[in-house]
């Protein structure tokens, strides 16, 4: 019962809800075109934008995901008889000691915490470059839905990490079932919080002017980058198991996304930054050096 319930809210929140609320907005983009005609400039595209939204999108899930896995680390190696190691992308360890299953939540927990400071930050970043939100967006996306859609799984998956950590703290079904409900409202809330931050990077005024408007920024700075990133991602977790390199970025990327595109129309407060991305070189740098970091120095593991 407590998981039909979970996977209906989930399905509910994450598919019908959005999908209901694009069907409105498509709705209202038609009756405005009707009476007047979309806005001049609003149909431009920035492929120089899009391409810098996937890398900080990418930079920000392995930073996040580094981040995860350490503090899936740092607590079990001051547990005597622990000996944790760190991969690239993954952690494992030798030793017995009931409280490894506890500290198999502490990196949900590091990962919310960087990502709900990261939003506050985004959202309030007036004077940041389009860059630096971009970054401090995605940084705010995967922190928080890294860590949100763990909750739900360890609801349902005894044997995931979350579901580990419930499992010490023996929780019973019906409070997992509140927590993953939560979680649910949260991202859908998260989601909602950063239409704005994202909408922000627009160079013109006339990029978001409009439902219509919005929504096409929205795919070209939020939706492709996001599902762009999910291959981008790939090299960053090879080699493991094809379905364990796939399903996380695909989950951390399309958890909210539908909010995000469905529901830009709706914001109407977005002030835009008034200037373009000037290189993406920073971007794809940091992204190479990340890269060569996690599979020269990482994917040889890490003793702690």
Same mark, same amino acid.
């Given at each position: ?21 694009? %069907?409105?907005?498509?709705?209202? !983009?038609?009756?405005?075109? !009707? %009476? ?33 896995? *350490? ?20 952690? !494992? ?18 990962? *919310?915490?960087?990502?709900? !400071? ?15 939100? *971009? ?13 949100l859609p763990q909750v739900v799984a360890g609801a349902l998956l005894p044997g995931s990490d979350v579901g580990m950590a419930m499992g010490y703290l023996r929780l019973d079904p019906a409070t997992k079932s509140v927590a993953a409900l939560v979680a649910l409202a949260a991202i859908v809330a998260v ?6 931050? *994202? ?106």
């Amino acid at each position: 019962m407590h998981a039909r319930l979970i996977l209906l809210a989930t399905v509910l929140a994450l598919v019908v809800a959005p999908l209901a609320l694009g %069907v409105a907005g498509w709705m209202r !983009a038609r009756r405005d075109a !009707a %009476v007047a005609p979309a806005p001049r400039g609003a149909s431009g595209w920035d492929w120089r934008l899009s391409l810098a939204s996937a890398l900080a999108c990418t930079l920000a899930f392995n930073l996040m995901f580094f981040l995860q896995e *350490l503090f899936l680390v740092l607590p079990k190696a001051f547990v005597p008889g622990l000996h944790p190691t760190l991969f690239h992308n993954n952690h !494992a360890w030798t030793g017995d000691d009931p409280r490894a299953a506890l500290f198999q939540g502490t990196g949900v927990v590091a990962t *919310l915490l960087a990502g709900a !400071a990261c939003l506050l930050v985004a959202r309030g970043c007036a004077a940041c470059s389009p860059a630096m939100r *971009l970054w401090l967006a995605w940084m705010a996306w995967c922190g928080c839905l890294m860590a949100l859609p763990q909750v739900v799984a360890g609801a349902l998956l005894p044997g995931s990490d979350v579901g580990m950590a419930m499992g010490y703290l023996r929780l019973d079904p019906a409070t997992k079932s509140v927590a993953a409900l939560v979680a649910l409202a949260a991202i859908v809330a998260v989601a909602l919080a950063l239409r704005r931050p *994202l909408l922000e990077v627009a160079a013109d005024a006339a990029r978001i002017d409009g439902p219509a408007a919005r929504t096409r920024f929205a795919f070209e700075v939020a939706t492709l980058p996001a599902l762009a990133a999910i291959a981008l991602v790939v090299p960053f977790r090879v080699p493991r198991d094809p379905v364990e390199v796939v399903v996380v970025p695909l989950v951390v990327m399309l958890a909210g996304i539908g909010w995000v595109q469905a529901g830009a129309w709706r914001v109407t407060d977005a002030k835009p930054a008034g200037k373009r991305i000037a290189s993406i070189g920073r971007l794809a740098a940091a992204v190479v050096a990340l890269l060569l970091v996690f599979q020269l120095a990482l994917r040889p593991g890490i003793a702690f």
